[in-house]
């Protein structure tokens, strides 16, 4: 079996948005863009990438009755991601992925971003093996 690497099924085109863009903004940026979760922003090159997912927002505005208009992307977003490498086989990342049961890990190198991996990723390319 051929060795297929993180690079090989991420998302390359990764939608990102600010830690202080409003809960409302990145519902409707994932809303335009057609996904569930975005990319956080570094602050400054040191910095770690965070992540937030439409599951985070529905819990902070109809779990816990927060204000989409008030509540930022920095109140409840997770930081740092999980990340991986992009040139790491696939197996590793998954293996990962399902221990601790997280959905989309942000593939980075050199502390700069490359991609997103999600389950359903990894999900689609097990099915395209037996097909």
């Known amino acids: 079996?051929?060795?297929?690497?993180?690079?090989d099924l991420m998302k390359k085109n990764v939608t990102t948005i600010?830690?202080?863009?409003?809960?409302?903004?990145?519902?409707?940026?994932?809303?335009?863009q057609g996904v569930k979760s975005?990319?956080?922003?570094?602050n400054c090159p040191s910095d770690a990438y965070g992540i937030i997912t439409n599951s985070q927002i529905l819990h902070s505005v109809l779990a816990e009755d927060g204000d989409i208009e008030l509540l930022n992307v920095f109140d409840i977003y997770q930081k740092p991601a999980f990340f991986v490498s992009s040139k790491i086989d696939v197996k590793y990342a998954a293996k990962i992925m399902l221990e601790h049961n997280i959905k989309r890990v942000v593939v980075t190198d050199s502390n700069e971003l490359q991609g997103v991996l999600s389950i359903t990723d990894l999900s689609d390319y097990l099915i395209a093996m037996v097909e």
């Open 38 to 42: 975005l990319v956080v922003d570094k």
């Open 1 to 7: 079996m051929k060795k297929v690497l993180v690079e």
């Open 18 to 32: 600010k830690a202080h863009a409003t809960l409302k903004e990145a519902l409707q940026v994932m809303k335009v």
